[in-house]
T-cell receptor, first 112, second 111 residues
Framework: SQTIHQWPATLVQPVGSPLSLECTVE??????LYWYRQAAGRGLQLLFY??????ISSEVPQNLSASRPQDRQFILSSKKLLLSDSGFYLC???????????FGSGTQLSVL | ELKVEQNPLFLSMQEGKNYTIYCNYS?????LYWYRQDPGKSLESLFV?????AVKQEGRLMASLDTKARLSTLHITAAVHDLSATYFC???????????FGTGTRLKVLA
């Protein structure tokens, strides 16, 4: 079965500090990968998605970037965090059949 | 502009009652997903609906899809407290690999 490992579970960072969140995928090859952000009590906002190594599509202009250096690795980064970057970040993946979108356990980011 | 709207946003219901959550979307899609999220947790997959007229049931939950009406429903039968959670629908935009999520329905089942 497909599994997404995402870490850390909780992160507290000062404004202006850098960010690196990583997720890795097991159980499928060549997955499509996604980063979503969820503000408190709100829905999921698609930030980035990737259909292959080095291929990144950005959905929302913002202070974040994404990279996919390996087939099963997806990284979310920022050079300087803003207060508005706080939220629950979820990495997700789907296999080539696209019959399921599966999620990691999420990272709760608080920017202070 | 693509919209995936759920109705209602909040739902408080008594145990044993039935209710339906609606998911309307504004784009062409033949794939719709339902998820459950508990507070502070990630999303748990409930149903994947892959064609017009698809109906799936698991326990007290039943989901259906009408792609022509661009409507999916999540029906709750004889609700129990353990069903209290936030429920999301998600649509894959046809011809892309993008999944757009609905606004969510926060369900509270009262004993």
């Amino acid at each position: 079965s497909q599994t997404i490992h995402q870490w850390p579970a909780t992160l507290v960072q000062p404004v202006g500090s850098p960010l690196s969140l990583e997720c890795t995928v097991e159980g499928t090859s060549n997955p499509n990968l996604y980063w979503y952000r969820q503000a408190a009590g709100r829905g999921l906002q698609l930030l980035f998605y990737s259909v292959g190594i080095g291929q990144i599509s950005s959905e929302v202009p913002q202070n974040l970037s994404a990279s996919r250096p390996q087939d099963r690795q997806f990284i979310l980064s920022s050079k300087k965090l803003l207060l508005s970057d706080s939220g629950f970040y979820l990495c997700a993946g789907s296999d080539r059949v696209r019959e399921k979108l599966f999620f990691g356990s999420g990272t709760q980011l608080s920017v202070l | 502009e693509l919209k995936v709207e759920q109705n209602p946003l909040f739902l408080s219901m008594q145990e044993g009652k039935n209710y339906t959550i609606y998911c309307n979307y504004s784009t062409t899609s033949d794939r719709l997903y339902w998820y459950r999220q508990d507070p502070g947790k990630s999303l748990e997959s409930l149903f994947v609906l892959l064609s017009n007229g698809a109906v799936k049931q698991e326990g007290r939950l039943m989901a259906s899809l009408d792609t022509k009406a661009r409507l999916s429903t999540l029906h709750i039968t004889a609700a129990v407290h353990d069903l209290s959670a936030t429920y999301f629908c998600a649509v894959e935009i046809a011809g892309t690999y993008k999944y757009i999520f609905g606004t969510g329905t926060r369900l509270k089942v009262l004993a």
